[in-house]
C-alpha cells in the first residue's frame, strides 16, 4: 500500500510538472492586464504603457493598462493581491506599495510580502534635493554645513512618504534636523519653492530637471547609485553618504501562486523589452533610468533589503498614515 501511495504520489508531481510547462510554453494565450495604481499622465503611467507595447509585441498578445489610482496605490494593489494567479494581471508596484505602505499603516488590506511574487524591477526614478534659485548654499556640503552653523535654517518641502523617509535619512546620518514641511502634492510644492515660500524642497527628477535647466531652481543632490546620464554634473548623495539610495523605484509583481514558468518567462520578457535601444533612450529622455533585476530572485532580495532599510528611519522617524 505505501508503495502504491508513493508512486502515486510521484506520478502526480511529475504531472504537476508537466501541466506548469506546458502552461509557461502557451502563456500568454490572451491580453494580459497591467495594473498601474496611479492616474494616467504620470512616470508610472508613461513607463506602463511603454513596457506594456513592447513586451505585448514581444508577447505577441495585447498588454492592456489598468489605471486604478487611490490610497498611496493601496487600490490596485489590493486588486492585484485577490486576483487569480495565472500570470493575466500584473501589478506596477512602486517602493512605497512593496516597502512602504506595510510599515506606514496600522493595518493594509494586502499583505506585500505574502500576497505577491517579485517579477523584476524595471525602472528606478531618482529624487532631487532642490533649492530655490536664491538660496546661499550651491551643494549639499553647504547646505549640512549651514544647517550645522544654525539649525532650524531650513525648511523643506516634501509630498509624498518616499521624501519623508529620504529626507529622514539625510538628516539623521548628517546630524541634521532640516524640519520637513508636507505639501499635498508635487505641483504645489514646486510651486511654494519657486516662489520662495519654502527654501528646499525634493521631488522626483522629471519635475525638477526641467526647471534646473531654465536656472529657475537648483539641485543640491540626487539620489540613486550613480550620476544621471542627462546631468552628469550634479551629484548623488551617495558620494557624500555612501549606500545612499531612498529614490522611488517601479517594478512589476504578480500575484503570489502564478506559476514560477510564467513568473520565469515575464521576467525574462521584461529584462529583453529594457535592454531595446529605443526603449532605453525613451525612458532615460524622461529623467528615468531603465532597470531589470537579474532574476526574481534578485528582486525578491533587493525587496527584503530595502524593506529593512525603510523600516528602520519610518520607525526612527515617526511616521504613521491613518
Known amino acids: 500500500m505505501r508503495t502504491f501511495v508513493a508512486r502515486a504520489a510521484c506520478a502526480f508531481a511529475v504531472l504537476l510538472v508537466l501541466v506548469h510547462g506546458a502552461v509557461a510554453q ?9 495594473i498601474v495604481p496611479f492616474a494616467p499622465g504620470g512616470p508610472a503611467d508613461f513607463l506602463g504603457r511603454l513596457i506594456g507595447l513592447k513586451l505585448g509585441e514581444e508577447f505577441g498578445q495585447q498588454i492592456i493598462v489598468d489605471n486604478r489610482s487611490g490610497a498611496n496605490t493601496i487600490v490596485g494593489a489590493q486588486a492585484v493581491a485577490k486576483a487569480r494567479p495565472d500570470g493575466y494581471t500584473l501589478l506596477l508596484a512602486i517602493d512605497g506599495t512593496l516597502v512602504m505602505n506595510p510599515f506606514l499603516y496600522a493595518s493594509l488590506p494586502y499583505d506585500p510580502f505574502k500576497d505577491f511574487v517579485p517579477v523584476s524591477l524595471v525602472a528606478a526614478v ?30 523643506i518641502g516634501v509630498s509624498t512618504p518616499t521624501s519623508q523617509v529620504a529626507i529622514g535619512l539625510l538628516n539623521q546620518l548628517a546630524g541634521t534636523n532640516m524640519v520637513m514641511v508636507p505639501y499635498r502634492g508635487g505641483t504645489t510644492q514646486i510651486t511654494g519653492i519657486l516662489a520662495g515660500d519654502i527654501p528646499l524642497g525634493h521631488e522626483s527628477v522629471n519635475v525638477a530637471l526641467p526647471l534646473y535647466r531654465d536656472k529657475k531652481l537648483k539641485i543640491l543632490a540626487l539620489t540613486g547609485q550613480k550620476r544621471l546620464a542627462l546631468a552628469p554634473e550634479i551629484p548623488i548623495i551617495a558620494e557624500t553618504f555612501p549606500g545612499f539610495d531612498l529614490g522611488i523605484w517601479q517594478s512589476v509583481v504578480a500575484p503570489a501562486g502564478t506559476p514560477k514558468e510564467i513568473v520565469d518567462k515575464l521576467h525574462a520578457g521584461l529584462k529583453k523589452v529594457l535592454s531595446m535601444a529605443d526603449v532605453r533612450e525613451r525612458i532615460s529622455a524622461a529623467g528615468i533610468e531603465p532597470q531589470a533585476s537579474d532574476s526574481p530572485e534578485a528582486f525578491a532580495a533587493f525587496i527584503k533589503a530595502q524593506a529593512e532599510t525603510r523600516s528602520q528611519v519610518i520607525k526612527a522617524v515617526g511616521m504613521k498614515i491613518e
Open 26 to 34: 502557451s502563456y500568454p494565450s490572451r491580453p494580459i492586464t497591467l
Open 126 to 155: 531618482p529624487s532631487a534635493l532642490t533649492a530655490n534659485i536664491k538660496v546661499p548654499v550651491n551643494s549639499l556640503k553647504e547646505l549640512i554645513d549651514a544647517e550645522k552653523a544654525k539649525p532650524g535654517t531650513f525648511q
